[in-house]
């Protein structure tokens, strides 16, 4: 994008030197046309959009936006409502501290003696009408002083929005007399006040999921974001009457760098705001992924070598966004400190830190100075005594003054190492402590890979946060499997996490697993390399130190393998067997990868993953069991899983006859490739099924042992079969998530998909079970040559990528198949466009693994072609440039990198 995207169309009539309020005041006066007004208006916002591209200073913006508007208001009130000398037109909000972006809502309030009269109806319909009439999204209120106070009696908003009122025109002392109404000693007292925004804060930042770092993060509600910084002037407006952050070096709150950090962390963030609404054309705060990307051009941002431009502006908006998140916790504190009441004397905990009125306090500025290791020691105090609510604002302020002192040697001192060990073995507070040292600048420092990937995000829809937070996520996840509490949530990861001997080395590899991304190469070989050496420096025995790093060189294989591999083959599960080497380390592994996965995007882990993890898990342990020198084969599986089926059949009242005639029809690859229970399943609906009848079968089984909604379909092949049915579930608005295609002897096929609705869930609705039913059978019983198509939309975030098409064919020659993997964009109908493909190639589809990895599929195909062979090389290629025609002519356009 060109500086001309948030520049103003060029066809305008040359605007005035100046547009400042005198100036338009006159220009107002000397043409009263509503014609004239709404030019003036469309010149001054295409002069502010022109400088902004022009790089002038966003503070002077916001600010000229309000004296424009100031100009505008006071006009129009003289013509309509002038003549009520006793009433008085009020800016109120964000309007009424005199900064407004161009989209921003225009708040006021008109401020009366007593409720007016028809006369005086009319006249402030007339105002809002003709402000309307301009353009201009006005909100406003009639009220009188006493309307002002009961309003403002239950509702702290309403509070907050008075708070800030500003005179534009009219009676100043009815404003006076409203400001008196709602002094502090009359209603919402400082201390009320300042725990409802504190409360208020708390709520906004849950919904946030309690990160500043979500993918497409709220520039103005976010965590770290402006209400944050509106948060602490609006307390300090309350306490002392502060009408501005300059107030707060001035109380003695900032220091002179404190305040400095915050205008800039404010003027940033005013910067995109200001560019969003540009953009846009609207009031949109959202940091969207195609307006991240029109931004960091406009701002001049370039792609480097491993970071693209989108990436180094959003890694600039994050750690903004974290700096603000520190100064408001600092600034609460102080308010906290000086609102609330200060009766207890301190309580010492040892030489170095005291508790005061429930915060933890450094004795004196020095401390840090004379015993560096305290900044560690700080975050053990907190671990060990849990009724300690907070820091006091000196002692994190002392912090930060002292972060310089942690350096190479600092780093490399034997009690320091001891220290952060405590941190991550303490039975409580670890995740906690280990975010307030990153909040702190702490972690950082005593990491630096750490601290080189804070706030540093990756353009996609996979990773939901950025590395530092995804990180500290995975951490949180591991604590929550170490603590039964928690067991409910993934009972056999929590399970196998409780029986680790060692925690601490989970937590390491979480900490190493994705810092070395950013810097090009395998992050998974760098990052190794770093964890091996850190854990050496913190003095672990060499064993721990190489089974950290073996973690961070292999934390992404477990999840890999289960998902695009097939976990039935006996020599997929040996080959892994003998790669991770002993039961500790696939325990390791297992509980890593499922704190991963979980912890890079709330979408992402679901119940189908939670047991394709696990019975992975399970059948590389058992394999380890038996011993990587007597691996399992392929015979043994088929003994084992028909024992474990024929007694579930016979359970549920299946005869021996029953199961004799049902299971011939099935080669032995199919009891490698399903479950006891789904063979169970299976055997029982085709024991119930006549078998002289060529009528199909279609089965759903709500939730399956998979965590998915099974449906199964017993058919003669027909035309299109795969693609038929993918496209009926696909508009439906389905996930299928797996899906096998199992010939039989006797000229049936069985295919067996796996479902989850788009949140992750298997479908509970009966309705809506039955819907999914009914759509397969009108595709079983519709005439084998009809059309079909998905109409669906891809969702807005994924049309903004574009993934080219990758394919790869490789030969499984010990099971005479043929093996397709392919990437390309995910959206809706691609299975059914694949599927069509292998119909019209004469291509047999025994099986299908489908990865979603944000905005690209990364699926697995296993075919065969009509003799049951492996495709041959002609056939191969033929289905390759097929592929490529067939879904890049599909292809939608997509504004991003490809």
Known sequence: MARGDIATPAASPTPPASWDGHTVAERLAADPSPAAWRELLRQAQADQRQRFAAGEPVEELVQARAQLIDALLRAAWQQHCGHHGRWALVAVGGYGRGELQPASDIDILLLVPQA?????????????????????????????????????????????????????????ALLGEMRAALAPERLWPVRQFFEAKVREQSERHLKANDTAYNLEPNVKSGPGGLRDIHTIGWVAKRHFGADSLDGLATHG?????????????????????FGLHSLTGRREDRLLFDHQLRLAQSFGYEDASYTLAVE????????????????????????????????????????????????????????????????????????????????????????????????????????????????LRSPVGVTHELRRMNTYGVLGRYIPAFGRVVGRM????????TVDAHTLFVVSNLRRFAIPRYDHELPDASRVMQQLPRHEIAYLAALFHDLAKGRGGDHSELGAVDAEAFCLEQGLSPYDARLVAWLVRHHLELSITSQKQDIGDPQVINAFARKVGDETHLDYLYVLTCADVRGTN???????????????????KQALRRGVESPIDAEHLVRETQDLARRLLLERGVSEAEIAAAWPRFLPGYFLQYSPEEIAWHTQLLAERCDSSDEPVVALEARSLRGTTAVLIFARPRRHGFARTTAALDQLGLNIVDARITPTGDGFTLDLYHLLEDDGAPIGDSDRQGEIEQALWRSLQGPADAPFAVSRRAPRQARMFNTATQIALSVDERNRRSVLELTASDRPGLLSEIGKVLMHQRIELQAAKIMTVGERAEDVFY??????????????????????????????ARNARA
Not at 458 to 465: E, G, I, V
Not at 602 to 620: H, T
């Open 116 to 172: 007016p009269d028809a006369s005086g109806r009319q006249a402030v319909e007339r105002l809002v009408t003709s402000l309307w009439d301009l353009g201009l999204e006005v909100g406003h209120s009639v009220r009188t002083v006493a309307e002002c106070a009961e309003e403002s009696v239950g509702n702290v908003s309403v509070m907050t929005t008075l708070l800030e009122a500003r005179l534009l025109a009219g009676s100043a």
């Open 253 to 273: 709150f900032l220091t002179e760098e404190e305040l400095w950090r915050l205008k800039q962390a404010q003027a940033f963030l005013w910067k995109v705001r």
């Open 863 to 892: 075919l065969t072609d009509y003799e049951n062979q492996p495709l041959s090389a002609e056939a191969a290629g033929q289905l390759r440039r097929q592929l490529l025609v067939a879904l890049d002519e599909r292809e939608p």
């Open 458 to 465: 990756q353009y996609d829809l996979f990773h939901a946060y």
């Open 602 to 620: 709330p979408k992402l882990w679901n119940s189908w993953k939670a047991s394709l993890f696990r019975d992975f898990y399970l059948r590389v």
């Open 312 to 423: 180094q502006f959003m890694q600039r908006y994050y750690r903004t966004v974290m700096d603000v998140s520190l100064l408001n916790e600092l600034l609460l504190q102080l308010f906290r400190e000086a609102i609330l009441s200060e009766s207890e004397p301190p309580r010492p905990l040892n030489a170095r830190f005291q508790v005061r009125n429930g915060s933890l306090e450094a004795v004196s500025e020095q401390v840090f100075a004379r015993t560096p290791a305290a900044l560690l020691e700080l975050f053990v105090l907190l671990q060990q005594n849990p009724d300690i609510r907070g820091v006091r604002a000196s002692t994190m302020r002392a912090v930060a003054k002292h972060l310089w002192l942690i350096d190479e040697e600092f780093r490399q001192n034997p009690r320091h190492h001891r220290l952060f060990l405590e941190i």
